[in-house]
């Protein structure tokens, strides 16, 4: 694939834009999967239902941690990959990840990091794709900047995307919930539950950017119900999540997440300053 500048981008941005989407969209993180990370031995039992309570409250557990540890495995769309990173599990929305991705014949590495609003996301792909610099890997999306600049709802790949402080969000709106079996997790027993969240019910359980997260997924998804799959620990912590994310054309991806080292301190810095290149001139908005 031959390195693109100046008018060339700025003709076909809008394409050029739809490839970074997709990228930044996998890269905030991620995703999908039919099985966990690690080994798991299960014991499957019948189902029994459980009160709702167990899960919001785990779920609110975890995240009073302000901060864990995830390993993700990804499938879906023609996407398939694995990748791990940290989270502040708080209002900050930071994280940074590392992920291997799998895109036709090519596996792809993408490195990223958010900061609030902001996505910085490093990858040869983008840095070919773009025609970046050697010392200007990382792309800077300022998804509030961008949306008004091409009048595309970006805000959503950071409000939407899945990770493991959107994840236990979802779960504030825990509906019917049964209690499946007993699987061990990366060493860890655990009890596995099949939970109905209804993510209206979560929304109005929260508040502020945490609530307009939530009414961002409704309409980014165009679904209101969401079966998820949950792991809780003895200790009451959330160990493993896993459910299928929708996207707006339809398509849809299988997140599993393996969540571990709850609580260990956690700095989230974006990349030095000299190694950025902002998306709107990359991409020719001008």
């Given at each position: 694939?031959?390195?693109?500048?100046?008018?060339?981008?700025?003709?076909?941005?809008?394409?050029?834009?739809?490839?970074?989407?997709?990228?930044?969209?996998?890269?905030?993180?991620?995703?999908?999967?039919?099985?966990?990370?690690?080994?798991?031995?299960?014991?499957?039992?019948?189902?029994?239902?459980?009160?709702?309570?167990?899960?919001?409250?785990?779920?609110?557990?975890?995240?009073?941690?302000?901060?864990?540890?995830?390993?993700?495995?990804?499938?879906?769309?023609?996407?398939?990959?694995?990748?791990?990173?940290?989270?502040?599990?708080?209002?900050?929305?930071s994280g940074q990840?590392?992920?291997?991705?799998?895109?036709?014949?090519?596996?792809?590495?993408?490195?990223?990091?958010?900061?609030?609003?902001?996505?910085?996301?490093?990858?040869?792909?983008?840095?070919?794709?773009?025609?970046?610099?050697?010392?200007?890997?990382?792309?800077?999306?300022?998804?509030?900047?961008?949306?008004?600049?091409?009048?595309?709802?970006?805000?959503?790949?950071?409000?939407?995307?899945?990770?493991?402080?959107?994840?236990?969000?979802?779960?504030?709106?825990?509906?019917?919930?049964?209690?499946?079996?007993?699987?061990?997790?990366?060493?860890?027993?655990?009890?596995?539950?099949?939970?109905?969240?209804?993510?209206?019910?979560?929304?109005?359980?929260?508040?502020?950017?945490?609530?307009?997260?939530?009414?961002?997924?409704?309409?980014?998804?165009?679904?209101?119900?969401?079966?998820?799959?949950?792991?809780?620990?003895?200790?009451?912590?959330?160990?493993?999540?896993?459910?299928?994310?929708?996207?707006?054309?339809?398509?849809?991806?299988?997140?599993?997440?393996?969540?571990?080292?709850?609580?260990?301190?956690?700095?989230?810095?974006?990349?030095?300053?000299?190694?950025?290149?902002?998306?709107?001139?990359?991409?020719?908005?001008g």
């Amino acid at each position: 694939m031959e390195a693109r500048h100046g008018h060339e981008v700025a003709a076909d941005g809008a394409d050029v834009l739809m490839r970074l989407s997709a990228i930044a969209a996998i890269a905030v993180v991620v995703a999908l999967a039919v099985a966990g990370c690690g080994s798991s031995k299960s014991k499957q039992a019948a189902a029994k239902p459980v009160s709702s309570a167990l899960i919001v409250n785990a779920a609110s557990k975890s995240v009073r941690s302000g901060s864990v540890e995830a390993d993700f495995k990804l499938a879906g769309s023609g996407v398939n990959g694995s990748g791990s990173g940290v989270f502040n599990t708080g209002p900050s929305r930071s994280g940074q990840l590392s992920m291997k991705i799998q895109l036709q014949s090519a596996q792809v590495p993408i490195d990223s990091v958010i900061t609030g609003n902001v996505l910085y996301i490093r990858s040869p792909a983008l840095t070919q794709q773009l025609g970046l610099s050697r010392d200007k890997q990382w792309l800077k999306l300022d998804l509030g900047q961008l949306a008004q600049q091409r009048g595309i709802d970006l805000s959503s790949l950071a409000n939407a995307s899945p990770t493991p402080a959107s994840a236990l969000l979802y779960l504030r709106g825990a509906g019917n919930v049964q209690e499946v079996g007993h699987e061990t997790v990366d060493g860890v027993d655990t009890t596995h539950y099949r939970v109905t969240v209804d993510l209206e019910r979560a929304a109005a359980r929260s508040n502020g950017s945490e609530r307009e997260s939530l009414r961002r997924v409704i309409q980014t998804s165009g679904a209101k119900k969401l079966p998820i799959g949950v792991w809780v620990d003895a200790d009451g912590y959330v160990r493993k999540v896993r459910y299928a994310q929708r996207e707006a054309a339809g398509r849809s991806v299988v997140v599993t997440m393996n969540l571990h080292d709850y609580g260990a301190p956690v700095t989230i810095k974006p990349p030095p300053a000299d190694t950025v290149v902002d998306a709107s001139k990359a991409l020719g908005a001008g």
